[in-house]
């Protein structure tokens, strides 16, 4: 196969370490780690087209998970999820608090139906699993190693979460969480060592 790059419409703030999700056909993105404005773009590939949403108001967010259920996005802050309605624009005033030991630092989300479960941060070996319709926490069986900014997917009834670090170094381990018997094992590590970065499945492969 012949793969080729286009340019598209560049991001409309100079930015790095962005805190990013793909729902419901757009691209969202949340401010930064450089001088970050606490500000909500999204991005359209069918008009080729980035739009300036609604600001946050409060301490600057980075490193951290953006991900979206239904018709609302979910950022993970120090000590409080903050919740983002879509069809009106704006944040609710109310967010959900964050369970004792969550750490937002790194943490990597993945969505299943109506849950979102948070995948490590900080270096930490925690999951927990948020329930957006009662807008309660659970914390479930801890990795078997400690990472942040790691790539996790959800496939097949499990959760399959890539390298990340650990104490700043990088790690190629593998783990899989089976959701319905709440357990953790180790598969084949990858040949690299990477952190940041995302993985995604087709339902056949990651």
């Avoid at 479960?117 to 270096?123: E, L, P, T």
């Avoid at 996790?152 to 670090?165: I, T």
Wanted: proline fraction near 1%.
């Amino acid at each position: 196969q012949t793969f080729t790059w286009t340019q598209i419409a560049d991001y409309p703030y100079k930015a790095w370490g962005m805190n990013s999700c793909g729902h419901n056909g757009l691209l969202y993105s949340f401010s930064n780690c450089g001088g970050g404005n606490n500000t909500l773009y999204s991005y359209d590939a069918a008009t080729n087209k980035w739009d300036t949403l609604a600001k946050l108001s409060g301490a600057i967010i980075c490193n951290t998970s953006l991900i979206g259920v239904g018709n609302k996005l979910y950022l993970a802050t120090a000590g409080s999820i903050k919740i983002y309605d879509i069809p009106t624009d704006t944040w609710e005033a109310a967010g959900i608090n964050t369970p004792a030991g969550f750490n937002k630092d790194g943490a990597t989300t993945v969505a299943v139906g109506t849950d979102i479960y948070y995948i490590g941060g900080g270096s930490t070996k925690n999951l927990h699993k948020l329930n957006t319709t009662t807008k309660t926490f659970a914390q479930l069986a801890n990795m078997n190693t400690g990472r942040e900014n790691t790539q996790a997917v959800h496939l097949n009834n499990k959760l399959y979460v890539f390298g990340g670090r650990r104490s700043g170094s990088a790690l190629n381990t593998i783990e899989v969480y089976d959701i319905a018997n709440d357990t953790w094992s180790n598969i084949t590590s990858t040949i690299d060592k990477r952190y940041f970065g995302f993985a995604v499945t087709d339902g056949f492969y990651i």
